[in-house]
């Protein structure tokens, strides 16, 4: 059975940082490309970055690049997501998700065949 299992969340004032992680079980790990996507109730699940099997490339939404990053560790089967400079529209339910198609850092959810239950962030002003 495969898990996904996002840790890290939390309550951070706006300018601060938080690191998000997502361990994974039941799959191999380095096989798969990994994103980090962000919901808000009521609107869609929204892309903010992914990384491929190797860690070579990366991809960011415009919304979080140049303050985030995203890296991977295949011997501890976890992937990180670090945002800085945290604004208030930063506040959603942060997922992992893993994608076989291994070789490329899509932004398509579609594209992602596992996910987590989410992880809240909320960002206060």
């Known amino acids: 059975q495969v898990m996904l299992v996002e840790s890290g969340g939390g309550l951070v004032q706006a300018g601060g940082s938080l690191k998000l992680s997502c361990t994974a079980s039941g799959l191999t790990f380095s096989s798969y490309a990994w994103g980090w996507f962000r919901q808000v109730p009521g609107l869609e699940r929204e892309f903010v970055a992914a990384?491929?099997?190797?860690?070579?490339?990366?991809e960011y939404a415009d919304s979080v690049r140049g303050r985030s990053t995203i890296t991977r560790d295949n011997a501890k089967k976890s992937v990180t997501l670090q945002i800085d400079r945290l604004k208030p529209e930063d506040t959603a339910v942060y997922y992992c998700?893993?994608?076989?198609?291994?070789?490329?850092?899509?932004?398509?959810?579609?594209?992602?065949?596992?996910w987590g239950q989410g992880t809240q962030v909320t960002v206060s002003s």
């Open positions: 990384i491929t099997w190797s860690g070579r490339v990366m």
């Open positions: 998700a893993a994608a076989r198609i291994r070789a490329c850092a899509s932004r398509r959810a579609g594209e992602y065949d596992y």
